[in-house]
């Protein structure tokens, strides 16, 4: 017995673990171990085993709770030759478990979940327990019988039919709905839920029991009292859902959003949450405990939780942050591809956000944009595009709602370190000056366009680099005053393209050098004869149509405008066999080169998130040393003139944005001192105010920086143009620390 050791450490330490890692765990383990570990289960760390097999056990637990949980698949099929596959490899587990007694991950992990017994005290009725298909058609007779607006009860449902409350083993899928429904005191055990629509319901007293929880929405759901045990969840969206009471015990919840969500005395526990954001989330009471909060967004609601010490020091972002607009409900094609194509290419952390702002009403917003719409009056190419004077229109008003979904596109451009705009239904034609045409479909919603409009306004006032495809790209010239074409057949499919400049220059040079085969799948464009009023130039014309621009002044801020489908390229997420032949036919068609956009937004990204981050220090900072800065003159001067692609300058070790603003300031002041110093005209697009803040900041309170300004050849010129663009700001300096210069 000296050589055998009890196992309780290991059995408790396992328990801890959240969904994800147990799952990565018995993924390695060998099945001699996976046994090992299933006999340790089921005796609850009351057996002996061998001191060295323990100590490899111990050691693989120890790691594995140190290892990154993906936020997204590496495939992430949903068809039915993979339900096919599943099945078969479902029946061959049992096959070399029963007869050969080999454990396979999948049949350790389905034995192994079912062992742990979460909650003890857990009283379920020993009722025959329901069908998918029989309670599907249970469901769908209560909801006709039910009067209009009242909610079907599903627990008295089951009751009434002589079945148990504890759903088992069960697979909902998009198909199957919960929305609109009252669920209360039922218990989910082993269940897996792949795009299942749950909204406006209310759940109380519901346990989510070992369950795989993919896509489920809860928007604006009532959750009180439930608990999620040992699941993972994947994609979850609690957007404006109240959760009151509610206790996450060693779950994992991936890439999943409590944007606009109440949260009320809710526990996590031995949790994860990577990916997850709680953007305007109203936290009272709520906490953490042991959990990791690694790659948790929490956007300044982090101080409104209790955390104990361990979890504290978890919290942090590891990599920038890209917002993408999505559908909680619908899945679409394009969606979960960039969604994909953003964590795996682009190395951001991809978080989802609604595309319709849920604490403002659809009725209200469209009689606001009607109404505002209204007084600016026709197209007109000598003027602001209409959704500039629009969002203009719409701000007077900070109580309106269209104000409310500007201020959120405000504050969310202000957080996130890129923006994606995805594919979708048709933009608005009042937004151009048409009136709707015969084949166009653009929901009757304005709440996407306000908060895409929003998005856009920031990304070009306030240098956030944005990735717009299909509807992306068109909302985005016609907020620079595109017309579009309401219908055009013909361009859905493959597609070749090359850059119309015979020099090959701009933000897609490396990119496009040779020729790019892509996917387009649209039939709205924008015609070569009513492109963008200003600001941006056509990079890809095709058939008289334009397919990518990209703003004439890229500089630290690009905006990767396509008219084409760069997500589609080696992107699996085919959800139906039709889809999955497409994606295997356009994998094969399209070329390596629509990888690289995404590379593209990666580096801007994390150029941008280095570009915050010295913002914030910039005060405080002494003036660095001057040796690097030789370097990069021509790259920064190649920059100010728009030419620069941000990646070549940030990836640089030795390049810093303080050093290269301060660069171009001493070297060229006339042009861009000025530009930076002066404020914007009334009714002029403010492009410099985070660079305006920064120099002013310097200026007063870094004597360094003065002084290597005041030493430069240029003084003279310097001092003439602080003097005439911030008087104010000069006096302060006359008074200060210009004195030795102007004597």
Known sequence: MDDLILCKENYYNFLQLNASHKSQLIEQLSSSQRESLLKIINNKGEVFFKKNDLISLSKMIRNV?????????????????TSIKKIINKNLDNLLYHFFNYLTACKANQLITSAINVDPDLKVDNKPRVSIQKLNKLIKKATSKAQPGEKVNLAKILEENGFSKEIKDLTFSKNFSLKDMDLEELTFTSCKFDWTPCSNSNLKNVNFKNCNIYNLSLMNSSLEGCIFDNCEGREVMFTGAKLDGIAFHTSTFISSSFEDASLTNCLFSKSALPGTHFFEADVKDSRF?????????????????????????????????TAILIHPEARGITAPKAYMKLDQSSDTIPLRITMQAQKVTKEGVNNEVESALSKIGPYDRSKLPIPQRLIT???INPDCESARILRKAEKLASQVDSLFLPGGEDVPPALYGQEK???????????????????????????VPLMAVCRGFQMSNVYFGAQLIQHIDGHKGIQTFELSSPEKRG???????????SACFHHQAVSEESPAIEHLE??????GLIKATELDKSGTAPMILLQFHPEFYKAATADSQNLEILDRCLNITMSKQNKAFWGILSDSAKAHRTKQAVLRKIPKAAILDESALS???????????GRAKVFDLYKKNYFNWKKGLLAVVKNIPEKLLERYLKPASDGELDRFSEEREALQAALRHDANFLKSLMNSKNRGSILKVIQETDPKLYEELEKGLLQPYLT
């Open 631 to 641: 370097k990069r003159k021509a790259a920064i001067q190649e920059l100010e003139s």
């Open 65 to 81: 709770k140190k290892t990154t949980i993906p936020l997204t698949r590496r495939h992430d099929k949903r068809l039915e030759i």
């Open 437 to 463: 045409g015969e084949k166009t479909d653009w929901g009757g919603d304005y709440r996407r366009s306000i908060l895409e409009l929003g998005l856009i306004h920031q990304s070009f006032t306030k240098g």
């Open 393 to 395: 229109e719409l701000v």
């Open 538 to 543: 056509t990079a890809v014309r095709y058939q």
């Open 289 to 321: 405990i042991e959990s990791n909060l690694k790659d948790t967004v929490f956007f300044g609601t982090s101080d409104k939780f209790q955390m104990d010490n361990k979890t504290k020091k978890t919290a942090s972002v590891t990599r920038p942050t």
């Open 507 to 517: 933000l897609y040079a490396e990119v496009m050098k040779n020729c790019i085969v």
